[in-house]
């Protein structure tokens, strides 16, 4: 390194807030199950979704999506991951804050979802709660859920994590 500042990247796309919601019952987890069109796989990850105007906090955020996708109410007080991914398929880079639910009411559903249009490239087909031994064998997002998220649930998540960087589409750099 000669000090100078990093060159930015040739290509460049839009970014994300989003705001996820981490939600344990017992010794399961709470996730939706997606259906990626441009890239043809399915993934299974946590419920949440874009930081929106009207949202007062990102922590408002993972309330909102969990109760949008999956049906489940949540309350929440602090964040414990920070996630960083690329999807090259739909052209954006999303900044994902995850924040730990406090408590959880309801059955997973898809019964609060807005309608899916057909052309949409991302559509969520599915909200249940899954084992840790589930996992092994699922495309999980972020890749951090087979495991580091089970060790810190065991330790009471002690800090905030970055888990880095996932690129979706393209083989990390």
Known sequence: MDGSPPKAPAKRYPHRIRGSALVFRADRILLVTLEHKLLR????????????????????TARREAFEEAGVSI????????????D????????SVVALADSAVGEPGLS?????????????VDARWYGQSELRTLNVHPPAL??????????GFPTTVNLGRVDLGRRSP
């Open 88 to 95: 090259h398929a739909l052209g954006v880079q999303f900044l």
């Open 41 to 60: 796989e399915t993934f299974w990850e946590l419920p949440g979704g874009g930081w929106e105007l009207g949202d007062a906090s990102i922590l408002d």
């Open 112 to 124: 609060n979802l807005e309608p899916q249009l057909d052309t949409s490239p991302i559509r969520i």
């Open 75 to 86: 309350t929440t007080s602090r964040i414990v991951y920070i996630e960083e991914c690329v």
């Open 146 to 155: 087979r495991q580091r998220v089970w060790d810190d649930f065991k330790a």
